[in-house]
């Protein structure tokens, strides 16, 4: 009675859900509390780097998600009673996508808008997606299980696997809304006889935790009784052996040494330790063809999207089995496809989606150009290197730089500005140097160790290469991956790092080498990629140092996978692109295939400066975002400059302003990056008295009007009047270059031919207007004299 004497207009939200939606739900549809989650969160909110600081976006939420047993079913809804009936219905169907929610509704406390994910219609069908519902009127469990297991023709057995329970300890971690959905859909796929499975999951997400959940259900529900995962790395199936994979106890096991114990029913093994290069080595046909029911590869891009590749050997030969491809980087190319082997991906995540749900880190960039990178490097005639070999005369550029030529003070350089940035920072957040190759990173472990002796001499492990011919660095890996453990902080490697390996407290990784595959880049700045708030980590930083980054802006990069594998019989199976620079493999039983050291030249002596850096940032659109170029550019304007009489006396007394300009790029002011940041129509004086001075700056437009105002064309007829007036114009829409063209007696000339001045006579005939050549050069640089008159 009281209930009813409520206004319902006066009531909040919360008691709108409490007086009305819930009993709805719970009392009149029978939806029993177990199934009925309330204030279900779906993300953790985006981090968004801020210098120093690193806040957390909103959460998305829901207000109720309800379940039948692992599989959501509804998502619904509430607003307060000011709101119409399907005031909640757009919010609800974003979060029922999310889920993979059959049914959205909304409600007001009036009653339910109902929307129907499940309808298909076809062209020009008047169906009905969405209905209203009295409030007494919810559907119940048993009608919406029954409306999804028709629409999607389920049939008992598959339902019985989507009705196995996940594994869950107590106080054990419970799968994310898009773990269910990569979970569940496996599950549906392989329940009603879909055989070969690929899953698209960024760095960081939980692909093993998914893989072990499938698996679970799965042999749990009798679905699969004898299940395989392989993996192309020992730290890979360690890791899975010792933590997801730990439920499964004395029921699992690991192929070791080669040996074949059959009396298990989950076997954890590295491919290369089922093939061998010859075929009496491959100890995977000890099993019979028909052993397994489920065969999972994770990391697939490694090797089974390769048509002869030795993942593919086993795959086939265990081909009656069930597959399922698990990887964050597609391999699609003309030679190689994951597609064409396992199919269309049931299910994507990316790694965008993983940043804006506050899973996964968000990165800063940090683009470091090295002048002799920008302007590459040429030998003198008949020099000779530090091992007495003749250096060709060719001009060396970035792509050969610890590739065929090394230019020891580069090495240096990168160590000691990778240094900086650590003392700036944090000396000892855990920090990956990616090198061209193990030679690389070998010097680049010493010049790390020099330029960070401190530390080293307390504790040698402080830096280490951890490559795949390296024991001792190998052996390190589990401490550098830990976050408990302290050291190693820096490892520099080549390939053994740019997959799987999870090492979640990295903060810096560094790109010191070439990278031309998405596949590979994706992979390697995946290392940064997972979240550790206890550890303070919630960003990572990204050094490049080879333009790696530009990748950021492929529309290849994070996009949908697409299938374009068309490989003849006879064609190659790796494609240039695809192609390491140096090693193939370094994970421990790989054979790596170096190049020698001393097939490179050894250069001592170069001088190499920072030429330019910005540091980026990851926004809320998905973009990369200038965050500090500015400050830099001020630093090392007022390194030349000092103060702002000091740049105005040099700028006045020059005649060639681009002789200024270009000294100041050589200091790493690049004025193009700098206009994308301040506005494109201010002048470059204007850029560089407002970003290290402060002064406001004017537009071109302004300069020109002011120039209009001081009457300075008086002086000259009319013809002459008009060619100024024609330069004056050029200088607004091209900027102060035009009118150093104008005024160099080498370019005058070319200069003149063209529209508009064209339209005044022949060069020769405009000159005269003037007087003769030498007043004509007169007029004009007295004409950029007076574009800066003001500036004095």
């Given at each position: 009675?009281?209930?009813?004497?409520?206004?319902?207009?006066?009531?909040?939200?919360?008691?709108?859900?409490?007086?009305?939606?819930?009993?709805?739900?719970?009392?009149?549809?029978?939806?029993?509390?177990?199934?009925?989650?309330?204030?279900?969160?779906?993300?953790?909110?985006?981090?968004?780097?801020?210098?120093?600081?690193?806040?957390?976006?909103?959460?998305?939420?829901?207000?109720?998600?309800?379940y039948h047993h692992n599989q959501p079913l509804a998502i619904v809804e509430a607003k307060d009673n000011n709101h119409p009936l399907g005031g909640g219905m757009q919010q609800a169907l974003?979060?029922?996508?999310?889920?993979?929610?059959?049914?959205?509704?909304?409600?007001?406390?009036?009653?339910?808008?109902?929307?129907?994910?499940?309808?298909?219609?076809?062209?020009?069908?008047?169906?009905?997606?969405?209905?209203?519902?009295?409030?007494?009127?919810?559907?119940?469990?048993?009608?919406?299980?029954?409306?999804?297991?028709?629409?999607?023709?389920?049939?008992?057995?598959?339902?019985?696997?989507?009705?196995?329970?996940?594994?869950?300890?107590?106080?054990?971690?419970?799968?994310?809304?898009?773990?269910?959905?990569?979970?569940?859909?496996?599950?549906?796929?392989?329940?009603?006889?879909?055989?070969?499975?690929?899953?698209?999951?960024?760095?960081?997400?939980?692909?093993?935790?998914?893989?072990?959940?499938?698996?679970?259900?799965?042999?749990?529900?009798?679905?699969?009784?004898?299940?395989?995962?392989?993996?192309?790395?020992?730290?890979?199936?360690?890791?899975?052996?010792?933590?997801?994979?730990?439920?499964?106890?004395?029921?699992?096991?690991?192929?070791?040494?080669?040996?074949?114990?059959?009396?298990?029913?989950?076997?954890?093994?590295?491919?290369?330790?089922?093939?061998?290069?010859?075929?009496?080595?491959?100890?995977?046909?000890?099993?019979?063809?028909?052993?397994?029911?489920?065969?999972?590869?994770?990391?697939?891009?490694?090797?089974?999207?390769?048509?002869?590749?030795?993942?593919?050997?086993?795959?086939?030969?265990?081909?009656?089995?069930?597959?399922?491809?698990?990887?964050?980087?597609?391999?699609?190319?003309?030679?190689?496809?994951?597609?064409?082997?396992?199919?269309?991906?049931?299910?994507?995540?990316?790694?965008?989606?993983?940043?804006?749900?506050g899973f996964l880190a968000p990165y800063k960039v940090i683009r470091v150009n090295l002048d002799i990178d920008v302007d590459g490097w040429q030998p003198e005639e008949g020099q000779l290197?530090?091992?007495?070999?003749?250096?060709?005369?060719?001009?060396?550029?970035?792509?050969?730089?610890?590739?065929?030529?090394?230019?020891?003070?580069?090495?240096?350089?990168?160590?000691?500005?990778?240094?900086?940035?650590?003392?700036?920072?944090?000396?000892?957040?855990?920090?990956?140097?990616?090198?061209?190759?193990?030679?690389?990173?070998?010097?680049?472990?010493?010049?790390?160790?020099?330029?960070?002796?401190?530390?080293?001499?307390?504790?040698?492990?402080?830096?280490?290469?951890?490559?795949?011919?390296?024991?001792?660095?190998?052996?390190?890996?589990?401490?550098?991956?830990?976050?408990?453990?302290?050291?190693?902080?820096?490892?520099?490697?080549?390939?053994?790092?740019?997959?799987?390996?999870?090492?979640?407290?990295?903060?810096?990784?560094?790109?010191?080498?070439?990278?031309?595959?998405?596949?590979?880049?994706?992979?390697?700045?995946?290392?940064?990629?997972?979240?550790?708030?206890?550890?303070?980590?919630?960003?990572?930083?990204?050094?490049?140092?080879?333009?790696?980054?530009?990748?950021?802006?492929?529309?290849?990069?994070?996009?949908?996978?697409?299938?374009?594998?068309?490989?003849?019989?006879?064609?190659?199976?790796?494609?240039?692109?695809?192609?390491?620079?140096?090693?193939?493999?370094?994970?421990?039983?790989?054979?790596?295939?170096?190049?020698?050291?001393?097939?490179?030249?050894?250069?001592?002596?170069?001088?190499?400066?920072?030429?330019?850096?910005?540091?980026?940032?990851?926004?809320?659109?998905?973009?990369?975002?200038?965050?500090?170029?500015?400050?830099?550019?001020?630093?090392?304007?007022?390194?030349?400059?000092?103060?702002?009489?000091?740049?105005?006396?040099?700028?006045?007394?020059?005649?060639?302003?681009?002789?200024?300009?270009?000294?100041?790029?050589?200091?790493?002011?690049?004025?193009?990056?700098?206009?994308?940041?301040?506005?494109?129509?201010?002048?470059?004086?204007?850029?560089?008295?407002?970003?290290?001075?402060?002064?406001?700056?004017?537009?071109?437009?302004?300069?020109?009007?002011?120039?209009?105002?001081?009457?300075?064309?008086?002086?000259?007829?009319?013809?002459?009047?008009?060619?100024?007036?024609?330069?004056?114009?050029?200088?607004?829409?091209?900027?102060?270059?035009?009118?150093?063209?104008?005024?160099?007696?080498?370019?005058?000339?070319?200069?003149?031919?063209?529209?508009?001045?064209?339209?005044?006579?022949?060069?020769?005939?405009?000159?005269?207007?003037?007087?003769?050549?030498?007043?004509?050069?007169?007029?004009?640089?007295?004409?950029?004299?007076?574009?800066?008159?003001?500036?004095?």
């Amino acid at each position: 009675m009281e209930q009813q004497l409520v206004d319902k207009k006066d009531l909040t939200e919360q008691e709108i859900r409490t007086r009305y939606i819930t009993p709805a739900i719970r009392d009149d549809a029978g939806w029993p509390l177990g199934q009925i989650r309330e204030d279900v969160y779906l993300t953790d909110g985006q981090i968004h780097p801020r210098g120093k600081s690193a806040p957390r976006g909103k959460r998305k939420f829901a207000d109720y998600v309800l379940y039948h047993h692992n599989q959501p079913l509804a998502i619904v809804e509430a607003k307060d009673n000011n709101h119409p009936l399907g005031g909640g219905m757009q919010q609800a169907l974003e979060y029922a996508e999310m889920c993979d929610a059959p049914f959205a509704f909304s409600s007001n406390g009036d009653g339910f808008l109902e929307h129907d994910r499940l309808v298909i219609a076809a062209p020009g069908a008047r169906v009905v997606i969405e209905r209203g519902l009295p409030l007494n009127a919810f559907p119940s469990p048993d009608e919406l299980w029954m409306r999804y297991t028709q629409r999607k023709a389920l049939p008992p057995d598959v339902q019985a696997a989507l009705n196995q329970p996940y594994h869950y300890e107590f106080g054990g971690k419970t799968p994310r809304y898009y773990q269910e959905v990569a979970i569940n859909r496996a599950v549906e796929a392989i329940a009603g006889g879909q055989d070969r499975i690929l899953l698209v999951m960024a760095t960081g997400t939980g692909k093993t935790y998914v893989a072990f959940q499938i698996i679970w259900r799965l042999w749990k529900a009798g679905v699969k009784k004898r299940i395989l995962f392989l993996a192309d790395r020992n730290i890979l199936v360690d890791q899975a052996k010792t933590n997801d994979f730990k439920p499964f106890g004395g029921a699992m096991t690991k192929v070791v040494k080669r040996q074949i114990d059959k009396s298990y029913e989950i076997y954890l093994a590295l491919y290369q330790g089922l093939s061998g290069s010859e075929e009496w080595q491959d100890v995977y046909r000890q099993f019979s063809p028909g052993f397994f029911d489920l065969v999972v590869v994770d990391e697939c891009h490694r090797g089974s999207a390769a048509a002869d590749s030795a993942w593919r050997e086993v795959l086939e030969y265990f081909e009656s089995a069930t597959q399922i491809g698990m990887t964050a980087t597609p391999k699609e190319t003309e030679y190689v496809s994951n597609i064409d082997y396992f199919g269309e991906p049931i299910y994507t995540y990316s790694l965008k989606q993983g940043i804006e749900d506050g899973f996964l880190a968000p990165y800063k960039v940090i683009r470091v150009n090295l002048d002799i990178d920008v302007d590459g490097w040429q030998p003198e005639e008949g020099q000779l290197d530090q091992f007495g070999q003749v250096i060709p005369d060719q001009e060396y550029t970035a792509r050969d730089f610890d590739r065929t030529l090394v230019i020891e003070e580069r090495t240096r350089r990168v160590a000691h500005r990778v240094t900086e940035f650590l003392k700036a920072t944090d000396r000892f957040q855990k920090t990956i140097v990616f090198c061209r190759d193990i030679e690389h990173a070998e010097r680049m472990r010493q010049s790390l160790v020099n330029e960070n002796a401190d530390l080293v001499a307390r504790n040698r492990r402080y830096v280490m290469r951890i490559t795949g011919d390296s024991p001792e660095g190998v052996l390190e890996l589990d401490n550098f991956v830990d976050p408990a453990e302290r050291y190693p902080v820096i490892a520099t490697t080549s390939k053994l790092l740019t997959t799987g390996v999870d090492v979640q407290t990295c903060q810096l990784i560094v790109l010191d080498t070439v990278i031309n595959s998405m596949t590979e880049f994706k992979q390697t700045i995946g290392r940064g990629s997972r979240i550790k708030e206890e550890y303070g980590k919630l960003y990572f930083t990204i050094m490049d140092f080879r333009n790696v980054t530009r990748h950021f802006y492929d529309p290849q990069f994070d996009g949908d996978p697409v299938q374009v594998y068309e490989a003849d019989e006879d064609d190659p199976i790796t494609p240039p692109d695809e192609m390491a620079d140096e090693t193939e493999g370094e994970g421990p039983g790989d054979e790596p295939k170096k190049r020698r050291s001393r097939d490179k030249l050894y250069v001592n002596g170069v001088e190499v400066h920072v030429l330019a850096e910005r540091v980026q940032y990851y926004d809320v659109h998905g973009k990369l975002v200038t965050e500090s170029f500015t400050a830099f550019s001020r630093e090392n304007i007022r390194r030349t400059y000092a103060t702002l009489e000091d740049f105005l006396t040099k700028w006045n007394e020059a005649d060639r302003k681009s002789i200024i300009l270009l000294e100041l790029l050589r200091q790493g002011v690049l004025l193009d990056k700098l206009q994308e940041e301040v506005g494109q129509e201010f002048d470059p004086f204007d850029l560089i008295c407002h970003v290290a001075y402060d002064r406001p700056p004017l537009t071109r437009s302004e300069r020109a009007r002011q120039v209009k105002q001081q009457a300075y064309f008086d002086q000259y007829e009319e013809k002459a009047r008009q060619v100024l007036e024609a330069m004056l114009d050029k200088y607004t829409n091209e900027g102060i270059e035009a009118l150093e063209r104008a005024a160099d007696e080498r370019k005058m000339t070319t200069f003149l031919q063209v529209l508009p001045f064209s339209q005044f006579g022949r060069p020769i005939e405009i000159v005269r207007a003037f007087g003769g050549k030498r007043p004509y050069l007169k007029a004009v640089r007295g004409l950029g004299r007076q574009i800066y008159a003001m500036a004095a």
